[in-house]
C-alpha cells in the first residue's frame, strides 16, 4: 500500500498567515493526489485535485502543488474558518489512502 | 444540489452484521463511481471501498481491513448505495461516510460527501 506521510500533524497560526502543509507519498504518484478540509463533527471537503486543480467555490487562497512524492497544499492567508484539520488522499493506487492529518489551530 | 444521506448505524455486537444506505439525489446517479469511507472517533479518515457503475461491471475495490466482511453494492434504479457489513469488530467503530467519486485527468476522487452515519460495535 501507498502511504502518505503529513507534515506537520498540528500547526498553531495566526489570521493572516501564509501557512503549508507537506504530503509525501512513499512512491511515485504523478499528480494522483486530492487534498480535503474537515471541521469538527462535519464531513470532509473536496479543496485540491489532481494535485492543483481548485475545486469549484474554494478560495484561491488555497493552492496545491508537486508531483511524484512530494505535494504541498498552501493557504496564502489564513481565514477564521479556515481553522480546521486537512487530509491528503492519494488516488493513484488501491487502496486508497488518506495521509494522517494536519490540525490547523488557532495561535 | 449534490445530496448524499447515509442510515442504518447504530450499535451492534461484535460478529454482528449492519446494512448502511446512502440515498443520493442532485445528480445522474448512474454515472458515478461511488466510494465509502470511514472515521474512528478521534481518528483520521480510512477509504472502506468503491463501487465502479455499470459500464465497468460494477465492479469494486475494498480496503483489506474490510476485504471478505464488507461488501458495497448499489441500486439505480433507486439512486442508492449500499454497505453491507458482517463479522463486525470493535475496531469497525467510525463515523461511515458515502461519496460521490468525480472523473478528471484519468483519476476519480471523492468530491461530495454525505454527513455520515456511527456505527458502534459494542457488546
Known amino acids: 500500500d501507498i502511504q502518505l506521510t503529513q507534515s506537520p500533524s498540528f500547526l498553531s497560526a495566526s489570521v493572516g498567515d501564509r501557512v503549508t502543509i507537506t504530503c509525501r507519498a512513499s512512491?511515485?504518484?504523478?499528480?494522483?493526489l486530492a487534498w480535503y478540509q474537515q471541521k469538527p463533527g462535519k464531513a470532509p471537503k473536496l479543496l485540491i485535485y489532481t494535485a492543483s486543480t481548485l475545486h469549484s467555490g474554494v478560495p484561491s487562497a488555497f493552492s496545491g502543488s508537486g508531483s511524484g512524492t512530494e505535494f504541498t497544499l498552501t493557504i496564502s492567508s489564513l481565514q477564521p474558518e479556515d481553522f480546521a484539520t486537512y487530509y491528503c488522499?492519494?488516488?493513484?493506487?488501491?487502496?486508497?489512502?488518506f495521509g494522517g492529518g494536519t490540525k490547523v489551530e488557532i495561535k | 444540489e449534490v445530496q448524499l444521506v447515509e442510515s442504518g448505524g447504530g450499535l451492534v455486537q461484535p460478529g454482528g452484521s449492519l446494512r448502511l444506505s446512502c440515498a443520493a439525489s442532485g445528480f445522474t446517479f448512474s454515472d458515478h463511481y461511488m466510494d465509502w469511507v470511514r472515521q474512528a472517533p478521534g481518528k483520521g479518515l480510512e477509504w472502506v471501498g468503491r463501487?465502479?457503475?455499470?459500464?465497468?461491471?460494477?465492479?469494486?475495490e475494498h480496503a483489506a481491513s474490510v476485504k471478505g466482511r464488507f461488501t458495497i453494492s448499489r441500486d439505480d434504479s433507486k439512486n442508492s448505495l449500499y454497505l453491507q457489513m458482517n463479522s463486525l469488530k470493535t475496531e469497525d467503530t467510525a463515523v461511515y461516510y458515502c461519496?460521490?467519486?468525480?472523473?478528471?485527468?484519468?483519476?476519480?476522487?471523492?468530491?461530495?460527501w454525505g454527513q455520515g452515519t456511527l456505527v458502534t460495535v459494542s457488546s
Open positions: 463501487i465502479r457503475k455499470n459500464a465497468n461491471s460494477y465492479t469494486t
Open positions: 461519496a460521490r467519486a468525480k472523473y478528471d485527468s484519468r483519476v476519480f476522487f471523492p468530491d461530495y
Open positions: 488522499l492519494q488516488l493513484n493506487t488501491y487502496p486508497l489512502t
Open positions: 512512491q511515485g504518484i504523478s499528480s494522483s
